[in-house]
């Protein structure tokens, strides 16, 4: 058992932050939560305490849409809209990791840098490659942080270096599965890249297999205009875009993922509801690709669960914080262009989408609560701001959020391990 001394702070619902000021948290021996304390109980008061002082102990962060093999584009190439940059910038980066060498290199890289940037877990974009796909989730396993990861399905309307078929997708799936039979916290995700390229029997055998493995699925949804007009023309016969996955069986069948949905109204956010499909929120990759600006807002009344995603690289940053920022900040946007129609988000809420929200996909992750991981980040925040710090530890949460960075995270817990960003693979 191990005691934590901090100031103490998480999302249990998206109203509000539980704050407790120089509170302690209890850990067991796997790393789960036991107790939460104002004050700690006196049975306690000889065991050693692990004390970080003025610090704040908050939850880790969880990218719930991200895709690794574009980290080396980050930061670059945002002069297009998604058709054309898929094509032009996309595509041709995620070739490389046909080379095992290269793969391995970027995702070393980019699961140091999603550590660095306080994200414990995520869900993770690969490509069509197996080799490299084994090799990413071996990244997270020995870095001892937790990953759903998305062996590409994709077989129309790519280069032919990306491609695979149905049959070639589920052999692969099936090394994959046992390649992650040993990896706690690292498990598979069915993942088809989206409709455009997909065609009816790779949609239908990875909707078999998710529903046979009882496997996740993640994809993209109503992103951009040009993209629904396409996916209208590909599949007539659906009655929406969420409906072309619905009917293989990819749409909430089992636990789903749809990152961005823009443009998801009527039907389909009638039917995302009624199969309890996920939002996966990308505010910085729909500036970026100028696709529009999701009505969270929208989504929240309707009863549909939001989670946030970086996206990079359509998204230009790892961080969650940043992208937290952004969603307030683009729904007060839409909020304006609304005439106060759809209130805009508070920091709460995005809050609770990044941690509670999005960890729920990993099981009991992203709250302080008696029987949860201990995903944490230990933040200093002395220096963010040379007038010293708030004495309102929400506050300081808020300006950690919108003015701190990395160098502000201290400590990065994934179930109660500490993870060291100097690990060796
Ligand atoms: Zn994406």
């Avoid at 000021?21 to 939460?36: A, L, P, S």
């Avoid at 700690?40 to 305490?49: C, H, Q």
């Avoid at 998710?210 to 599949?235: C, D, G, M, R």
């Avoid at 443009?263 to 990759?285: F, I, Q, R």
Wanted: hydrophobic residues 40%.
């Amino acid at each position: 058992m191990r005691i934590y001394k901090a100031n103490i702070l998480h999302t249990p619902s998206p109203n509000h932050f539980e704050v407790y000021q120089g509170g302690y948290i209890t850990v067991d021996d796997n790393g789960i939560i036991q107790g939460v304390y104002e004050v700690l109980p006196t049975e306690m008061e000889d065991m050693p305490v692990v004390d970080f002082g003025e610090r704040l102990l908050i939850p880790a962060m969880n990218d719930m849409h991200v895709h690794a093999p574009q980290y080396a584009n980050m930061g670059i190439a945002m002069d297009m809209e998604l058709i054309p940059w898929l094509n032009t910038y996309t595509f041709p980066e995620e070739e490389k990791f046909a080379d095992e060498q290269y793969a391995k290199a970027v995702y070393d890289a980019f699961v140091k840098e999603l550590c660095r940037q306080g994200t414990m877990r995520a869900a993770v974009f690969a490509t069509t490659h197996i080799h490299a796909t084994q090799c990413l989730a071996k990244t997270f396993d020995e870095m001892g942080m937790g990953a759903l990861i998305g062996l590409v399905g994709m077989d129309r309307h790519s280069p032919e270096e990306l491609v695979n078929t149905a049959s070639s997708w589920a052999s692969d799936m099936q090394s994959l599965m046992q390649s992650m039979a040993d990896m706690a916290k690292v498990k598979p995700i069915v993942t088809p890249r989206f409709i455009p390229s997909c065609t009816p029997a790779i949609l239908q055998t990875m909707g078999t297999i998710a529903t046979q493995f009882k496997l996740p699925v993640q994809s993209h949804l109503s992103e951009n205009k040009q993209e629904i007009i396409w996916v209208q023309q590909l599949e007539p016969q659906s009655t929406c875009y969420g409906d072309a996955y619905h009917r293989y069986g990819l749409f909430g069948q089992t636990p789903t993922l749809m990152a961005h949905c823009c443009y998801t109204d009527g039907e389909e956010l009638k039917l995302m509801h009624a199969n309890d499909v996920c939002v996966v929120h990308c505010p910085t990759s729909n500036c970026n690709l100028a696709s529009g600006i999701a009505p969270v807002r929208k989504f929240l009344q309707a009863g549909v669960r939001v989670v946030l995603g970086s996206d990079i690289a359509a998204g230009h940053h790892l961080s969650i914080f940043r992208v937290m920022q952004y969603a307030v900040q683009v729904s007060k946007l839409q909020y304006a262009l609304s005439d106060g129609k759809l209130p805009f988000l508070t920091l709460s809420e995005v809050f609770y989408m990044a941690t509670k929200a999005g960890g729920s996909f990993f099981g009991k992750v992203g709250s302080f609560e008696v029987g949860y991981a201990f995903d944490a980040l230990v933040i200093d925040d002395m220096g963010i701001h040379d007038v010293g710090l708030p004495t309102d530890c929400q506050q300081r949460l808020e300006r950690f959020i919108y003015l701190g960075d990395d160098r502000h995270i201290v400590h990065r817990f994934c179930q109660g391990k500490e993870i060291s960003l100097n690990s060796q693979f």
